[in-house]
């Protein structure tokens, strides 16, 4: 099994920045795509940004050139750099991830969330 947890959401003025975290653990031999995601109140579920393997990359049209992925296979984690904030950028950033655990299995697991909220 394995799990995965957010970290470094909060409130940001907008204009703002925020790194966001996301640290996978359990049982992992290999990791493949990992991703952000992102829901706003009333809304559906998006793809934010998604970062390969060997590390390319594909972003929203809604947030290219103001976010960033990046990931640290070593570690398993991947990263999120939101620069340029703004109101419609509110919403919970959940992570996912997906590769194949020691026992054989491939998985596909996702994060609980964390809230990113862009105010004045």
């Known amino acids: 099994q394995v799990q995965l947890v957010e970290s470094g959401g909060g409130l940001v003025q907008p204009g703002g920045s925020l790194r966001l975290s996301c640290a996978a653990s359990g049982s992992i031999r290999s990791m493949n795509d990992m991703a952000w995601y992102r829901q706003a109140p009333g809304k559906q579920r998006e793809l934010v940004a998604s970062i390969t393997s060997d590390g390319n990359t594909n972003y929203a049209d809604s947030v290219k050139g103001r976010f960033a992925i990046s990931r640290d296979n070593a570690k398993n984690t991947v990263f999120l750099q939101l620069n340029s904030l703004k109101p419609e950028d509110t919403a919970v950033y959940s992570c996912?991830?997906?590769?194949?655990?020691?026992?054989?299995?491939?998985?596909?697991?996702w994060g609980p969330g964390t809230q990113v909220t862009v105010s004045s």
């Open positions: 996912n991830a997906a590769g194949r655990s020691w026992a054989g299995f491939m998985f596909n697991s």
